[in-house]
């Protein structure tokens, strides 16, 4: 059993993406045990230098580290930080202090990390699940969770319900809806800077854009990718929705006409949404829940729509 003292009890290592998970299990958490979450430490990270600021943090002031982990953790520069700070804590005391919850399917986690580590499966155990396997690490290192009293119960129920209106006012809203046409404009727009990159950097990936009002196609390795933004109010997102579809051949686009219809290979769909943290995001559909920035979720189109095309050219 860990005696040292702590500042947190656990602090959270995650990508943007997971951001909303991540909050997710610090709610769950935070009313028994210290936590870290980036979003909600800013005040006290202001004004300070920030790689010093985390470093000690992962380094020497939780005493556990949950890592929400993913292709690109460590790769940006905040997770480089905290890689860095878990890593050299670990050359001097084992990785006893770290918890991984891998979120790639099939579930990986780093090479460096020891084949005796055990991490935590999301599908298997679900939100509450982890929370549970987290607070109860913490208790093996020395950590005290404490019951939960009625008031604090109450002002996590308060903070929940009144985060509950704010999110449902700006989805049944003309400004909500106003926003989510937006945000489908800053992706159209992304989509084709990022297409244009490949054009510089991979001469022989050409890939073409196609756009129509609430619609962008990608075209050039076979099967056809369609973007399509739905919504049916002028004040409300109620059943409003993104699909991505992957075809065989062009997607339905106007002006095109097809002497066979098109077969829908695979589809994905996300809805425009509201983070505790006022981050307008794009939640993928299905378990786990995944959050996107509207620049993150077209790198991420295009990148899936490659590896997709290329596994369905390999296996014709």
Request: hydrophobic share 40%; net charge negative.
């Amino acid at each position: 059993m860990d005696t040292q003292q702590y500042k947190y009890d656990v602090a959270f290592s995650f990508l943007a993406q997971d951001e909303a998970l991540a909050m997710e299990l610090n709610d769950l958490l935070q009313d028994r045990v210290r936590t870290f979450l980036y979003s909600k430490k800013q005040g006290e990270i202001a004004g300070t230098d920030g790689e010093e600021s985390f470093n000690a943090v992962f380094a020497e002031q939780a005493r556990l580290v949950v890592i929400l982990y993913r292709s690109g953790w460590g790769q940006t520069p905040w997770t480089r930080i905290e890689e860095t700070a878990i890593r050299n804590r670990a050359f001097e005391h084992g990785y006893g202090f770290v918890k991984f919850i891998p979120l790639d399917e099939p579930p990986t986690v780093p090479r460096w990390l020891p084949c005796t580590q055990l991490w935590v499966g999301l599908k298997r155990w679900g939100a509450a699940g982890a929370a549970s396997v987290i607070e109860a690490r913490v208790q093996e290192l020395g950590g005290e969770p404490h019951q939960e009293t009625v008031e604090e119960r109450a002002a996590r129920l308060e903070r929940s319900r009144r985060f509950s209106e704010k999110r449902s006012h700006f989805l049944n809203s003309e400004a909500g809806v106003r926003a989510a046409k937006e945000q489908f404009e800053v992706l159209r727009t992304e989509i084709e800077r990022l297409i244009a990159s490949v054009k510089g950097s991979a001469s022989s990936i050409s890939l073409h854009l196609k756009t129509a009002e609430h619609q962008i196609v990608i075209l050039g390795l076979g099967p056809g990718l369609s973007i399509h933004w739905q919504y049916h109010c002028a004040n409300s997102l109620d059943d409003a929705r993104l699909d991505i579809v992957l075809w065989d051949g062009h997607p339905p686009f106007p002006g095109i006409r097809h002497f066979e219809k098109p077969t829908k290979l695979r589809t994905e769909s996300f809805t425009f949404d509201l983070l505790p943290t006022e981050q307008r995001c794009w939640v993928q559909s299905g378990t786990p829940s995944r959050a996107y920035g509207t620049r993150e979720l077209a790198s991420s189109i295009l990148k899936d729509y490659m590896d997709q095309a290329h596994a369905l050219n390999a296996n014709r």
